[in-house]
DNA sequence: AATTGCATCAACCGCGAGCGG
DNA sequence: TCCGCTCGCGGTTGATGCAAT
């Protein structure tokens, strides 16, 4: 017996709207507003469509400020940066991107950009590959004590002088107190005071386990919810203290004993990330399989490996 | 011009979370 | 506390258009 259907699939139209829908709904939405019910919408405006489906098209489609077309570098590496350190959660990253949706982000990342992340970065090199930009290079990674960015399982990420989306974040100490003699924040903000940042780029720090996400009035996220400000638990994104540094990683079922066990492949502070390859990664991964992300697979594995190191 | 393969993206599906009774 | 309902999310599918042959 599986789940009983949302809606009577057999008197529901499916497929693309139509013009005539689109119209229906959206007259029916700005005049009544949803109600708070999509099961029942689409009875009350007279469409023959699933509440679900209603509810995919406005969000989607029809309701006012949705930005369609091509992404900026600037989105590009929000996305990047956000999609390293917290994985596959579209609605968070649609948050921070005003009038993008998290089903048109996710299409773009399947798509095109982590065709274009794909194309820096051939799978097929491996071991010792990890290569860094060559400013990077020039200039070696600093001891985990300093500035320095760890993606989803720790990688580092090198810190640049402008903003790339992928910049560690500097929290208010008092938030932090505890911690903060040599704190590496893993949230991305411009390297400046807040105040110098867009506010799509922050994170709020709320209290010492919460984090606002979103700006004020950030309407992005395909749930429509227009989340005035995303409250989201520090450990819901994989966020804990680790030998003094805050790690970032992604840990969907965090129990709580990151700074012991770390879950999710973060480095130690004694060895840099250069001293892994892919390889090593996944099996780093595969080792804490059982309270890791069960969605990542091997590719998915490589693949935020490498995004950890572009830019 | 016809066919094939690929890329794109709108839409669907199923699951988990949250909420109210 | 349990149960049912709805919402929201993320993965996947399928229709369409375009490019290559």
């Not at 773009?108 to 065709?115: A, I, P």
């Not at 640049?160 to 991305?188: D, I, K």
């Amino acid at each position: 017996m599986g789940r009983a259907p949302c809606c009577d699939k057999a008197s529901v139209k499916k497929g693309p709207w139509s013009p005539e829908e689109d119209t229906k709904l959206k007259e029916y939405i700005e005049k009544h507003g949803t109600g708070g019910n999509w099961i029942a919408l689409p009875q009350k405006a007279g469409l023959r469509r699933c509440g679900k489906s209603c509810r995919l098209r406005w969000l989607n489609y029809l309701r006012p400020n949705i930005k369609h077309g091509d992404f900026s570098d600037e989105e590009d590496r929000i996305i990047c940066s956000l999609y390293v350190n917290i994985g596959s959660r579209w609605s968070i990253i649609a948050a921070q991107l005003p009038g993008r949706t998290d089903n048109d982000i996710k299409n773009y990342w399947n798509t095109k950009l982590k065709k274009k992340l794909m194309g820096l970065l051939p799978l097929s090199h491996h071991r010792k590959q990890l290569s860094f930009p060559s400013s990077t290079l020039q200039n070696p990674p600093p001891s985990p004590s300093s500035h320095q960015l760890y993606g989803e399982y720790g990688t580092y990420i090198p810190v640049t002088t402008s903003f790339t989306g992928m910049e560690h974040l500097s929290l208010p100490s008092a938030n932090y107190e505890s911690t903060t003699t040599s704190v590496s924040q893993t949230f991305y903000q411009s390297q400046d005071s807040m105040a110098s940042v867009s506010p799509m780029q922050c994170y709020y720090p709320m209290s010492d386990s919460m984090l606002m996400f979103g700006s004020e009035g950030s309407c992005s996220s395909s749930d429509g919810s227009c989340t005035q400000g995303r409250e989201i638990k520090l450990e819901e994104i994989g966020y804990h203290s680790y030998n003094h540094n805050l790690m970032l990683s992604y840990n969907n079922n965090n129990t709580n004993d990151g700074d012991k066990s770390c879950v999710g492949g973060c480095f130690s502070q004694t060895q840099t990330a250069l001293d892994y390859d892919l390889e090593d990664i996944k099996q780093l991964i595969s080792s804490s399989s059982s309270s890791f992300n069960n969605n990542v697979d091997e590719n998915k594995t490589e693949e935020k490996a490498m995004y950890c190191c572009y830019y």
